[in-house]
């Protein structure tokens, strides 16, 4: 940046107030930007991360299996999603998400739909509106070993919920609904903006095995990381 040259203002799209506050859209030069409640959430930065969070699922699950089914909690700028339905090995599709704003943005001409339009048109694909930690409530009670893959990423980490509620979900009895949601074999993974040695030993005393921690490189700073564990076979 020159001297003579300032950095340009944040412009907001759309701010809405949803069932769990408000949310933002917003431009930032180059960038979409999702903010809830004034924490920043994501934006279309870079997306390494939210697809490691697709791929390290799929290849924790025994080679050989059919058409996977996973769940993806959080539609976010649309990055798992689209990633995922640009694979064919995946079978069913189905994204969680709380906020009605979210989705619209992604609907046809919606700012973030340029990210997403060809993932929304496949036929595996499905949104479902609703806050995943009711969702995985009440689907491993009604529906159970629905899927072979959950992929969650609602927070900015177990160790930092945007929703106080959302705790209940990494804490050993919300890890056993997701395992309980799983088919045999099936994988979690969870994404968080830094690593957490006390959710790895959680993931374990939940029964979940083979737990590991990938991460994204950074050039500085702590980075990205996806908690893997495999539920019981």
Not at 82 to 105: K, M, N, S, Y
Not at 116 to 126: C, F, I, N, S, W
Not at 161 to 185: I, K, Q
């Amino acid at each position: 940046m020159t001297v003579h040259e300032i950095p340009e203002p944040p412009v907001v799209l759309d701010r809405r107030e949803g069932p769990y506050g408000e949310v933002v859209l917003r431009r930032h030069g180059a960038l979409l930007q999702i903010i809830a409640n004034g924490c920043f959430l994501m934006d279309t930065s870079d997306g390494r991360s939210e697809r490691l969070l697709v791929d390290a699922a799929l290849a924790a699950l025994p080679a050989g299996r059919p058409g996977p089914r996973v769940l993806i909690g959080g539609l976010g700028v649309g990055f798992s999603l689209a990633h995922a339905a640009a694979d064919p090995r995946w079978g069913r599709i189905t994204v969680v998400e709380r906020e009605p704003a979210v989705i619209d943005w992604h609907r046809d001409g919606g700012p973030l739909s340029g990210l997403t339009r060809e993932a929304l048109a496949d036929p595996r694909t499905e949104i479902v509106e609703a806050d995943l930690v009711a969702y995985v409530n009440e689907t491993s009670a009604t529906r159970p070993a629905t899927y072979d893959a959950l992929c969650l990423d609602i927070d900015n980490g177990p160790d930092w919920t945007v929703t106080e509620g959302n705790h209940s979900l990494y804490g050993t009895s919300g890890l056993a609904l997701c395992a309980r949601l799983l088919r045999p074999g099936g994988v979690l993974a969870v994404w968080s903006a830094q690593p957490s040695p006390h959710f790895e030993e959680t993931l374990r005393n939940a029964g979940f095995q083979q737990v590991r921690t990938e991460e994204i490189p950074v050039a500085r700073g702590v980075p990205d990381v996806v908690h893997i564990g495999v539920g019981p076979g």
